[in-house]
């Protein structure tokens, strides 16, 4: 599942055209939500930020791993000046909440502001720290990771559908916030990290994936598995070269580090892709339930719980002889099972009314 889309910039009309305009999809704890972006000023001064005894320094703009001083607020009013304009397929589309935004907060956050559960997951109207990257508040890292220090920028937030193409759930009706970026520290992108510091980055999207849906936030564990799989995928090299090089100095320097070997490097990731798949599931995204669990039996073919997975979509999808394969596959690894055992016997109950009433209809066809 692709946690966040990438920002296509559309050029503001109407007497907007001064500003950057971007939109793409983030996910929450609530699901998905579309994101319209326009800059209402532009920061460039160098951003000085101290933390401690620590004081950094950076002209750029934030970068995975940067601390940043954010702050939040809602908008409760707006005008028809300060209505945000988008161009959408040679069209001008005037956003305009047509409904009172304390009304819609109520329905889509608790009453805390700093709870986990709201839209932004961020205090509202407080200066806090979130470490880009973490990807505990996406929709506000998406904003902050393209402003430079002092620089704001206006939201505008609409729930969208889980569909395969995901619509918005209310017409007319959108959250509007304010989002202004104080000063950050230094990050990096991801090639520019070392073996390790992604290593550490996956362990811990990993770990948060979990903690995230043992507390129900299935949405943002989806997002956390994925993070986690992005950045293995560019250890892989690294894996390779352990195996290829032998006792070369680069296979000491691997050994010596925290990257996985290439077997934990397959295992890790055949978790990963389990994990996602058990999301999925959750989230009624079966075809993609499905290729997750496909790929995690694949490259573990003992893993039991992608075998049970894989069963499950192919039972709930209605194909019943993939069902039937996996949860045998499942019985061998797990004879005594009680999950697999009933699986397999839903599964066969089914094929058999199915073959039911198929002779049914061939009969009456013939008869």
């Known amino acids: 599942m692709d946690s966040v889309y ?30 319209q972006r326009r800059r209402t000023n532009k920061g460039g001064r160098q951003s000085t930020f101290t933390a ?31 209505t945000l304009i988008i161009a959408e397929e040679d069209e001008e589309l005037s956003v305009k909440s047509k409904q009172p935004i304390t009304e819609i907060i109520e329905v889509h956050s608790t009453s805390a502001q700093h709870s986990q559960d709201s839209v932004l997951h961020v205090p509202l109207g407080e200066w806090t720290i979130l470490r880009l ?19 704001k920028c206006e939201i505008l937030l609409s729930p969208l559908g889980s569909g395969p193409e995901p619509q918005p759930i209310w017409e007319g009706h959108a959250l509007r916030a ?14 520019e990290m070392s073996p390790d510091e992604k290593w550490e980055w996956v362990r811990s999207h990993k770990e948060r994936g979990g903690v995230r849906f043992r507390s129900g936030d299935v949405w ?43 077997n934990e490097y397959k295992t890790i990731k055949a978790e990963l892709h389990s994990n996602l798949s058990l ?24 893993g039991a719980k992608a075998w049970y997975r894989l069963g499950q979509a192919c039972q709930l999808m209605n194909e019943l002889e993939e069902a039937r394969k996996a949860f045998r596959r499942l019985l061998e690894l797990q004879p ?19 073959n039911s009433q198929l002779r049914q209809r061939l009969s009456k066809m013939f008869s």
Not at 228 to 242: S, V
Request: hydrophobic fraction near 30%; glycine fraction near 6%.
């Open 6 to 35: 990438p920002p296509t910039t559309q050029d503001g009309k109407g007497g907007h055209d001064s500003h950057d305009v971007t939109s793409w999809v983030s996910v929450c704890s609530k699901g998905l939500w579309k994101v």
């Open 220 to 262: 943002g564990s989806a997002d956390s598995y994925s993070r986690a799989l992005k950045l293995l995928i560019t250890l892989h090299i690294h894996t390779i070269e352990a195996n290829v090089k032998g006792e070369d100095e680069t296979y000491k320097k691997l050994t010596e580090s925290l990257v996985p070997s290439a």
């Open 279 to 302: 999301c999925q599931l959750k989230l009624k995204q079966l075809e993609r339930a499905k290729a997750s669990a496909t790929k995690a039996t694949q490259l573990e073919p003992s």
């Open 336 to 354: 005594d099972s009680p999950a697999a055992l009933k699986a397999l016997k839903d599964v066969e109950s089914r094929e058999k009314e199915t």
């Open 178 to 191: 304010t989002v202004e970026l104080h000063s950050f520290t230094p990050g990096k992108e991801f090639w």
């Open 133 to 151: 990257g973490d990807g505990h508040c996406d929709i506000t890292e998406a904003c902050v990771e393209g402003m430079r220090a002092e620089e």
């Open 52 to 82: 401690g005894d620590d004081a950094w320094s950076s002209s750029d703009y934030p970068r995975m791993g940067s601390l940043c001083q954010v702050r939040v607020y809602l908008k409760e009013k707006q005008n028809d000046a300060e």
